[in-house]
C-alpha cells in the first residue's frame, strides 16, 4: 500500500539505509528535509510504502508544466527485488500525469533538487529505470573538490582585488534579489537558502557598494558547493577565484574533507583554480506518459 508521506524525519531514516554511497547516506536527512521545502508554488507529493520499505518524492518542473520530475526514490536494502521500487515508481508516474505531465524525468527538478539524475553507481536504480522503460536522454556530472587544499591561496588574489577597491564580504538577503535580475529566480532561490542557515554560506565581491559577483553554498546540501556567478561589468577580475576560496574554507571549518561542485561548469575554471576533478556521473533517464 502506498499512501501520503507525512513523518518526514522517518523518511530520512529509510534514505540513510538506502543511500549506500558514503557522499550521499550522511546527508539523508538533510537531503529529504530540504526536499520538503521547496520553492513556493512548486506542485508535488510525497509518498511512502505502508510499512517503511520505501520512499518516491516528485514534482513538476517548475519551467515546463508538462515536465514531471521523480526527485527521490528509495528502498531499503532487505526489501529490495519484491518490486516495491516499481510500484513506487508507477504510482508516481500516475501522481505526474494527473499534474499535466506528459514526460517524466529520473531527476532534479531545480533550483530545489538532490542530484541531476541517476549516478550511474546506483545499479539497482538504473535497472529499475530500464524495466520501466526509461532512457537516457543526458549526462551530467559534479566535480570533487579537496577542502584540505581547495580553500587555501587566496591571499595574493584577495590583496590584488582589495588594492583594486573591491571587499569580499558575507551575503546580505538583499543578494538574492540581485542574482534574480542577473540569473534568474533559481539562482536567486538558492541563494536566499545559503543566507543566514547552518550548513550554508554565500559571499559576495563589492565595489562602492555595486555587487560584482557571488558565491553560494549548502543551499540543497552542506556538502554540495553553487551555485556562482561573476556580473558582466565585473568579468575577467578574478572576484570567482577568490568567492570559491571563501567558501570552500568554510566548508572545510564546518568539518568536511571534500566538496561537491553540482552540475559543474566551467569544468576548465574549476580544475585550474582548486584542481577539482571529474568524479560523479548523472544518467538522466526520460519517459513519455
Not at 21 to 44: H, M, N, W
Not at 180 to 188: N, P, S, V
Request: charged share 20%; hydrophobic share 45%; proline share 5%.
Amino acid at each position: 500500500m502506498i499512501v501520503e508521506l507525512e513523518d518526514v524525519a522517518g523518511a530520512g531514516a529509510i534514505c540513510a539505509e538506502a543511500l549506500d554511497l558514503p557522499e550521499d547516506s550522511g546527508e539523508a536527512a538533510t537531503v529529504v528535509e530540504r526536499l520538503s521545502r521547496p520553492p513556493a508554488g512548486r506542485r508535488g507529493f510525497r509518498l511512502t510504502t505502508g510499512d517503511g520499505a520505501g520512499v518516491v518524492f516528485g514534482s513538476i518542473s517548475d519551467k515546463d508544466p508538462k515536465l514531471g520530475h521523480v526527485e527521490l526514490l528509495a528502498v531499503r536494502p532487505e526489501h529490495r527485488r519484491h518490486g516495491i521500487g516499481r510500484s513506487l515508481l508507477a504510482a508516481a508516474e500516475q501522481r505526474l500525469a494527473e499534474l499535466g505531465a506528459e514526460q517524466v524525468r529520473l531527476g532534479g527538478n531545480p533550483p530545489c533538487y538532490v542530484w541531476p539524475g541517476i549516478d550511474v553507481r546506483y545499479t539497482p536504480a538504473v535497472c529499475l529505470a530500464l524495466r520501466a522503460g526509461y532512457q537516457v536522454g543526458a549526462t551530467a556530472s559534479n566535480m570533487t573538490a579537496d577542502l584540505r587544499t581547495a580553500g587555501q591561496g587566496a591571499e595574493p588574489d584577495e590583496a590584488r582585488l582589495a588594492a583594486a577597491g573591491v571587499k569580499v564580504l558575507p551575503a546580505e538577503a538583499g543578494t538574492a534579489e540581485w542574482v534574480r535580475g542577473i540569473w534568474g529566480d533559481g539562482w536567486a532561490w538558492e541563494v536566499g537558502q545559503s543566507i543566514g542557515r547552518a550548513g550554508a554560506g554565500c559571499y559576495v565581491a563589492v565595489r562602492d557598494g555595486e555587487i560584482l559577483g557571488f558565491a553560494a553554498y549548502g543551499a540543497n546540501r552542506p556538502s554540495w558547493f553553487g551555485p556562482m556567478g561573476t556580473a558582466p561589468a565585473a568579468e575577467g577580475l578574478g572576484v570567482g577565484r577568490v568567492l570559491l576560496r571563501r567558501c570552500l574554507a568554510d566548508q572545510h571549518a564546518a568539518g568536511l574533507e571534500t566538496a561537491q561542485i553540482g552540475w559543474a561548469g566551467p569544468i576548465g575554471f574549476y580544475s585550474k583554480t582548486i584542481a577539482a576533478r571529474i568524479e560523479r556521473i548523472f544518467w538522466i533517464y526520460t519517459k513519455s506518459l
